[in-house]
């Protein structure tokens, strides 16, 4: 997801009875569903996960304009240019939203920044492929944000109260990213043979790296275990994957493209689709580094980071005249 692989530092779930007062406290309060906040007690595990967590999740949020920029000066129409821009101005928002909940427990924004320019700290594995056509940008909002939604609805009702208020907000904007990039793909699934070729061409590319989206099957992960008893994490990978499918597949259907998977299968008994298996060698790759984009969004995060110094350096030299100026001001009244 945007958050993928969270390491929650646990060797195994406590029980209650292996706790510490104050550790049964907070659990308690958990389990009853009340929100922890910034200010109150936490153990240090819960409190490093998501800084982990909400730290990717807020630099997926950032790396994620970098593919969909690509196309701002391409959109076919001045109406498609609007929308984008305003779609990728969401995403930075979300990025912020995210790093100053980040920043409520205990860490500064630089520290968390130069963690992900450093390579430290990863984003979502979808932003290292390339959008290569117009339809990638359709297919990235139909299947990307709304795999997006499908993770982030949930989390809505996560145990840290900052975490998840904003996660209110970004819910709202990526429903509307959603719909965007369906509808541009319906454009597309609605026009000329090569604009067809095009659309089917992109979910063709996109659809098994945004199944990957979800992580690994984590049936038996006790890191996953532990943010469950958290409520950092409310459902499992394979839960969501199998959500996305289901919810997916119809709207393909719908827009008379194939999804690239000929296993793909309506299971009566179930009532959810069967599908492939997914290549995690592929996800693995691409996790490490080596995925086709991600030297190159790294180097255009660290570049940004470069190129804005003199900018940093201003509100800074500004601030410090400005804090000199009113001391000044408060020894002379
Ligand atoms: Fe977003
Ligand atoms: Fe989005």
Same mark, same amino acid.
């Given at each position: ?5 969270? /390491? ?5 779930? $406590? ?11 907070? $659990?308690?309060?958990? /389990? ?9 007690w936490m153990p240090d595990g819960y409190r490093r996960t998501l800084v982990r967590q909400i730290s990717q ?20 129409? #001045? ?9 990728? $101005? ?61 993770? $982030? ?53 996109w659809w098994w790296p945004a199944l990957m989206m979800f992580g690994p099957p984590d049936g038996d992960s ?15 990978n394979d839960e969501l994957r199998q959500k996305f499918v289901d919810q997916t597949v119809p709207q393909a ?44 969004? #790294? ?35």
């Open positions: 997801m945007y958050a993928q692989m969270i /390491d929650t530092g646990m060797k195994r779930v $406590q029980g209650l009875d292996e706790m510490s007062a104050e550790e049964r406290t907070f $659990q308690e309060r958990i /389990d009853a569903g009340i929100k922890i906040e910034a200010k109150d999740h807020a630099h997926s949020e950032i790396v994620g304009q970098l593919p969909e920029g690509n196309w701002v000066t391409r959109a076919p129409t #001045l109406k498609r240019k609007a929308i984008l821009l305003a779609k990728i $101005q969401d995403e930075a928002g979300h990025g912020l939203y995210l790093y100053s909940a980040a920043e409520t427990l205990g860490v500064t924004r630089d520290q968390v920044y130069g963690d992900l320019l450093s390579g430290k700290v990863k984003y979502s594995s979808i932003f290292n492929y390339p959008t290569t056509s117009w339809a990638d940008i359709g297919t990235i909002g139909w299947l990307v944000d709304g795999a997006a939604i499908m993770n $982030q609805i949930p989390l809505c009702r996560c145990s840290y109260g900052p975490y998840a208020r904003a996660m209110v907000r970004v819910c709202k904007e990526e429903s509307f990213h959603q719909r965007q990039g369906y509808d541009i793909v319906m454009a597309l699934a609605c026009g000329t043979i090569e604009q067809r070729r095009m659309a089917q061409d992109a979910l063709n590319r006790v890191h996953s275990a532990q943010s469950a008893q958290w409520k950092i994490k409310l459902l499992s259907e719908y827009l008379g493209l194939t999804v690239p998977d000929p296993e793909l299968k309506w299971n009566e008994d179930t009532g959810h689709y069967d599908f492939g298996a997914i290549d995690w060698q592929e996800f693995r790759d691409v996790v490490a580094g080596n995925g086709p984009c991600n030297r190159d969004r #790294l180097r255009t995060r660290v570049q940004a980071w470069d190129d804005g110094a003199w900018f940093r350096d201003g509100l800074l030299a500004h601030a410090q005249k400005r804090a000199q100026a009113q001391a000044a001001a408060a020894r002379a009244a």
